[in-house]
């Protein structure tokens, strides 16, 4: 794909392929891999089925074009399909989410005045691991919180509306999942190296999607 491609709007892109430019349906895929990605890990997904349930939501989201009216971000349309999936994975696997308390607010931003060293997690292979392992350990409603919010980016409006909560839920759980996690990642990572997404796998991803849609 050239640049010029590249700079197009989710909007127009979405347009362009529902008017039979397919081809450009690769450029929103290579966009958000890593948000799903990330999404899938933090429903506590290894790697693989993280991968087939990013295909399945990039293949459901292309069949179902027509219903993104474009009121919210692709992004946030396109995560939330990638949710219901791993949801109903866990459904099918007779997994229950755990029921936790709210608790205070605390809106500092976790990552404010870090540094954006990437090279620190090449250095630290084992504790980028240990941080993967920590988010894993987190109750359910924390962890999904904290991935929207800290490493997904989503606002606390999207947050809320997502997990449908209120937005002082999402506050709360936010500033818990916080506290859980600094001692450990706060003074080395930046929420972009968290659950980072490998650009060989984006490959994969894109080339199996694209084919799944050419045999639609």
């Known amino acids: 794909m050239t640049a010029s491609f590249e700079r197009?709007?989710?909007?127009?892109?979405?347009?362009?392929?529902?008017?039979?430019?397919?081809?450009?349906?690769?450029?929103?895929?290579?966009?958000?891999?890593?948000?799903?990605?990330?999404?899938?890990?933090?429903?506590?997904?290894?790697?693989?089925d993280t991968q087939d349930l990013m295909q399945d939501t990039f293949v459901d989201a292309y069949k179902n074009l027509g219903q993104f009216e474009g009121r919210a971000s692709f992004k946030t349309w396109i995560i939330r399909i990638m949710m219901n999936n791993c949801y109903r994975k866990k459904e099918r696997s007779a997994f229950k989410n755990e029921i936790i308390k709210d608790i205070n607010d605390n809106s500092v931003p976790m990552f404010t005045g870090f540094d954006n060293d990437t090279g620190k997690m090449v250095q630290n292979n084992e504790l980028g691991r240990v941080i993967e392992e920590a988010l894993g350990k987190l109750p359910f409603d924390y962890r999904m919180v904290f991935s929207l919010r800290e490493i997904n980016g989503l606002n606390v409006s999207e947050t809320a509306d997502m997990l449908t909560i209120t937005e002082t839920n999402v506050k709360a759980r936010l500033s818990r999942a916080k506290g859980l996690l600094r001692n450990e990642i706060e003074k080395m990572y930046t929420p972009s190296e968290i659950f980072e997404f490998n650009l060989v796998y984006c490959d994969a991803i894109v080339n199996n999607v694209m084919e799944k849609i050419k045999r639609l």
Do not use: D, F, M, W
Request: hydrophobic residues 25%.
């Open 8 to 48: 197009l709007t989710e909007a127009e892109l979405v347009r362009r392929v529902q008017e039979g430019e397919v081809e450009l349906y690769e450029i929103l895929i290579r966009r958000y891999n890593p948000c799903l990605y990330k999404t899938g890990r933090s429903y506590n997904y290894n790697h693989e």
